[in-house]
């Protein structure tokens, strides 16, 4: 089992804080990130929520796999740059219009972990199904985890490898950060993924210009049920609900709201959150359902980018160009309102960097 409390102390420490800076602010679910990656055990027993039918980990091969942050090649950022780029392309923070309004797009972060198949148990009991976001580091520790997801039938896409701010990343260290995610995410469902969710929801044009030329469009979220920052006081249980009672009662629909498969106090919250909506009348969809399409993998980009062996060998002389593809989005049906990014509640005395929107101490309810 994760030692929880290691990561719940480093989120006191955090909390009690007579006073911190804006940067501590930053680091908050990195260093959570940090100290929970520094505690998983490969060995770890994940209870297997279906057996693998159609793909087994028979195969998987994580030798490739870096730790820390990922190596990055100006050869790869070459081979992308020559697709053609969406950089004006909205992410994506709500579910269409469509016939059934009451469809709500319920979506997890951080995952894979040992707690993940609470998480798709309840949905395997409830016969619906969600999307996760998986951090790509994460995947070699947890493949049983991924699996299991996969062949539930829930959607997955692509969370980074390290979860870091790809604002503040080079170009080159950008595409390293999908294409590892993405690649951790194929090693394990043999699907290349079409979507990525930037962690802490940080993302401008060029992030969206350079993942387009990956053949990935973003997604974020509507609401935040900030799950996470109420692990240290033991309130995430009734903090997490009466989020949900709320949006309820605002009449929100369409909404793509977000929560996190990694810490045990996060994913007790998910029962009696999903069981609220459920019983309003809500549908939980996958991000598919969620857009109208068929699936969320398929990447004919990516695809072709593994095929050229650049991965293997990123010195290999001119990069062939890639297929073109067709990006041009999803220019009906979404609502793209403003910009709602992962929020920061901390407990006790705060002082925030309104400059910066993710540290505006709120509920992103976004647009209804």
Request: charge should be negative.
């Amino acid at each position: 089992m994760l030692p929880s409390l290691l990561a719940v102390a480093v989120l006191c420490c955090v909390a009690c804080a007579d006073s911190f800076q804006p940067d501590d602010l930053n680091n908050i679910v990195g260093e959570a990130m940090d100290l929970y990656r520094a505690h998983l055990d490969p060995n770890s027993k994940t209870p297997s929520l279906l057996p693998a039918e159609n793909r087994t980990l028979a195969s998987v091969n994580f030798d490739w796999a870096p730790t820390g942050s990922p190596p990055s090649y100006a050869s790869w950022t070459m081979y992308f740059q020559q697709q053609q780029t969406y950089a004006d392309l909205p992410v994506l923070t709500h579910c269409v219009d469509s016939t059934n309004v009451n469809v709500w797009g319920a979506s997890f972060d951080d995952g894979p972990s040992e707690n993940t198949h609470v998480v798709t148990d309840y949905f395997a009991r409830k016969n619906m199904k969600a999307t996760f976001w998986v951090i790509g580091s994460n995947v070699p520790a947890f493949p049983q985890a991924l699996l299991d997801t996969f062949n539930a039938g829930h959607d997955i896409g692509i969370h980074t490898w390290t979860h870091a701010q790809l604002t503040d990343l080079s170009d080159d260290d950008i595409v390293s950060e999908l294409v590892y995610g993405a690649r951790a995410i194929y090693e394990v469902t043999g699907k290349m993924p079409k979507f990525f969710r930037p962690p802490y929801g940080e993302i401008d044009r060029r992030v969206r210009k350079i993942a387009s030329s990956l053949g990935l469009e973003a997604v974020t979220w509507s609401h935040d049920t900030l799950d996470w920052s109420y692990v240290a006081s033991g309130s995430t249980e009734q903090q997490v609900p009466d989020a949900f009672r709320e949006w309820l009662q605002d009449g929100v629909t369409r909404a793509i709201t977000l929560q996190h498969d990694i810490f045990e106090e996060t994913v007790a919250a998910v029962p009696q959150s999903m069981d609220l909506l459920i019983d309003a009348g809500r549908t939980i969809v996958p991000l598919s359902t969620c857009l109208g399409i068929p699936s969320v993998f398929g990447n004919p980009t990516l695809e072709a980018f593994f095929a050229s062996g650049l991965f293997e060998n990123p010195y290999s002389g001119s990069p062939v160009p890639p297929p073109k593809h067709d990006g041009g989005g999803y220019s009906v049906g979404f609502v793209k309102g403003r910009k709602t990014v992962k929020a920061v509640r901390v407990d006790g005395p705060t002082k925030f960097d309104k400059s910066r929107s993710h540290f505006n101490g709120k509920r992103s309810n976004g647009a209804r």
